[in-house]
């Protein structure tokens, strides 16, 4: 028997579409990353993001999340872990050269800094603790397998979302790195992206 029934994953499909759809911190930090090195970062951050999800489903039906939620201290301590680690990030692109092809380092780099920002965002343990829950059904058993089938379908969502994103907004950055000078302002725009997720979570509050 599947863990899901197959209705109530008809239902989260477009629900979880449409959060994915939603701008927000994850596909900005792809956008930076594929304006910064090129599509192929592009493409490595959103698959670190969406490993990031699926841990977050994992702890969620663990329980673990919970643990997060209930402990204002745990809450705060992970929050600034993501916010030191953004502004290093943005520290990095401004001391960065020219960007060029994006080499193999580049993107597994590009991958674990996706994984990192989007597991040390707090913000995301209390969303899918809110969320998902809500098509979790205990009286069918199997309640981690359920937890996980929501966060895998909402990780490859947002790979896709925010990949084609981060895609898309590497033609620009490949544009702007033919000048110097435009290769200067792309590495603050892409440091100006990571310093307003690190404020953003920096003011996040506990719902």
Known sequence: ????????LLAFLPAGLALN??????????????????????????GGISLGSFVHGLLAGLGLGALVAAHPGLFDAIRWIG???????????????APGPAAPESSSRAFRDGFVVNLTNPKV???VLAFVPQFVDPARGQVLAQFL??????????????????????RVGQRMARSEGMSRWLGRISAGIFGALA?????????
């Open 149 to 170: 089938t929501f966060a895998a379908m909402l990780a490859i969502g947002g790979f896709v979302i925010n990949g084609l994103a981060g895609a898309f907004s590497a």
């Open 199 to 207: 404020l953003r979570l920096a003011l996040t509050e506990r719902a």
């Open 1 to 8: 028997m599947l863990p899901v029934d197959p209705i109530v």
């Open 83 to 97: 916010v030191a680690y953004l502004l290093w990030l943005a520290v990095s692109s401004l001391r960065a050269r």
């Open 21 to 46: 759809l939603t701008p927000g911190a994850d596909m900005l930090f792809c956008i930076g990353q594929g304006m910064r090195r090129g599509p192929r970062a592009a493409w490595a951050a959103s």
């Open 125 to 127: 343990i209390l969303f």
